[in-house]
């Protein structure tokens, strides 16, 4: 079974910390993906990255950076966490192969920023 | 902009009742994946469809790719408590790295 990990369910930070998620996929899966889940907004893409050290902005990238060293950890910074940025954040991951359609979530980290 | 939408948005059904949720684009999309999610975890994929009229049932879930690869639509039969959730569809283009996401159906069944 595909398993994509996020270290952490719950994190609290204050306004102004340099926060850091990470996610790991086990599937070497090429293409990685950070989203974050607002109600009513649904699902926007922050960041993803197609290959080790390769990345491309996504609708919302303000205010976020990434950091792909290994090809299965995939990281999200934020540079310094403000209240807007407390939301649901959710890592995939997907193949590239002509057979790869699908992409695997991990479990989400619920970020609360005060 | 590509754009997915579902309808409807929210439905609170009893036990036992069907219900048809619906996925619409003015894209054609090589793909389309359903996934369902529940409060605090992250979604779960439940079913991909690739060809144009393609149907697949999981259990009492069914599932429907539109003849263009434009639409979708997940019927579910006899509901069940367990089947609360979010459900989402997404659509994926081949020779492209992006998912675009529906809006989501938010579907509680009640017993």
């Known amino acids: 079974d595909v398993k994509v990990t996020q270290s952490s369910r719950y994190l609290v930070k204050r306004t102004g910390e340099k926060v850091f998620l990470e996610c790991v996929q086990d599937?070497?899966?090429?293409?990685m993906f950070w989203y974050r889940q607002d109600p009513g907004l649904g699902l926007r893409l922050i960041y993803f990255s197609y290959d080790v050290k390769m990345k491309e902005k996504g609708d919302i990238p303000e205010g976020y950076s990434v950091s792909r060293e290994k090809k299965e950890r995939f990281s999200l910074i934020l540079e310094s966490a403000s209240t807007n940025q407390t939301s649901m954040y959710l890592c995939?991951?997907?193949?590239?192969?002509?057979?790869?359609?699908?992409?695997?979530f991990g479990q989400g980290t619920r970020l609360t920023v005060v | 902009t590509q754009l997915l939408e579902q309808s409807p948005q929210f439905l609170s059904i009893q036990e036992g009742e069907n219900l048809t949720v619906y996925c619409n684009s003015s894209s054609v999309f090589s793909s389309l994946q359903w996934y369902r999610q529940e409060p605090g975890e992250g979604p779960v994929l439940l079913v991909t469809?690739?060809?144009?009229?393609e149907v697949k049932k999981l259990k009492r879930l069914t599932f429907q790719f539109g003849d263009a690869r434009k639409d979708s639509s997940l019927h579910i039969t006899a509901a069940q408590p367990g089947d609360t959730g979010l459900y989402l569809c997404?659509?994926?283009?081949?020779?492209?790295?992006?998912?675009?996401f529906g809006t989501g159906t938010r579907l509680k069944v009640l017993a």
């Open positions: 469809v690739v060809t144009g009229g």
């Open positions: 997404a659509g994926h283009s081949s020779g492209t790295y992006k998912y675009i």
């Open positions: 599937m070497d899966h090429e293409n």
């Open positions: 995939a991951s997907s193949g590239r192969g002509l057979l790869d359609t699908e992409a695997f």
